[in-house]
């Protein structure tokens, strides 16, 4: 039986792709060129990617964040700048030779027992034939997803920019890694005396860690409280997270290598034995 390749799902966010209030083409082609040197025969990613409500609000030339605009007009810019953000995705994959497949779906997709499993199996199948998904919230017509975050709400009714999306993927697909992307370092822990130092690896996800983590940042609906939230989740099926700053290059390669960057969440326990849907 052919071996398995090891399947890494890098999630970026809204704030990695982002430059002067518009999203950066920059940015998407670092992303792209990264994933594509990094890819072959040895494994296999999925991009899990935020950025369409940005991109849409780049094309109409809006001068807001996301964060200022009502459910409307959000769903109108995602719908705008998806189709747009996932060309530039395929332009600069495509250099590289890699195919790219675009993937939407809301919450509802996935409670749903028989779009749940096609999901898996078409993940699989594009996964075989050496393909990079792209996936998103589907912003256009997603609800609970664009609604303001609510601390209160309990994390299992909402995906939050992608960072709890992302941990569903990585660990139903029994994923080797997953590679969550911002424009910070990692967690920060915070002294009594306002000074801050980053935590380069977290073996228990205790509730003082929860409550210490930050809100969302300027662009994304997410924050590092998302994160840690979305890396328990993973963590809990024996998978490993790395929480580190996109905006930096070669960072997935630097993350791949071994290098210590970022923060890094260890599980407590092995990962569970592969089970692929189809």
Sequence with gaps: ??????????????????????????????IAYQIAEMSGEDRS?????????????TILGLKATPHQLDLTEKQVCASIGQPHLMSLYEKYFRE??????QM?????????????????????????????????????????????????????VRFGDNDRLSAIIASKLRSDLLIMLS?????FEVADDGSRRLVKR??????????????????????????????????????????????????IKEILSGKEVGTRIVPAITKKSQHHLG
């Design 1 to 30: 039986m052919k071996k398995r390749r090891p399947i890494i799902v890098v999630k970026v966010g809204t704030s990695v792709l982002s430059e002067n209030g518009g999203i950066s083409e920059k940015a998407i082609r670092n």
């Design 45 to 57: 990613f999925i991009l899990v990617s935020s950025g369409a409500i940005l991109s849409g609000i």
């Design 96 to 101: 590289k030779g890699i195919i790219t497949a």
């Design 104 to 156: 939407l779906f809301t919450e509802e997709d996935l409670a749903n027992q028989i779009a749940y499993k096609n999901v898996w199996r078409t993940l699989n199948a594009l996964l075989k034939r050496g393909v990079v998904p792209i996936i998103n919230e589907n912003d256009a017509v997603s609800v609970k997803e664009l609604l303001p975050v609510n601390p209160y709400v309990p994390d299992d």
């Design 183 to 187: 424009d910070v370092d990692g967690y």
């Design 202 to 251: 977290i073996e228990v996800m205790d509730s003082g860690i929860m409550k210490s983590a930050h809100g969302r940042g300027k662009y994304g609906r997410g924050g590092m409280r998302t994160k840690l939230q979305a890396a328990k989740i993973v963590a809990e099926t024996g998978i490993e997270v790395v929480i580190a700053n996109g905006t930096k290059d070669g960072i």
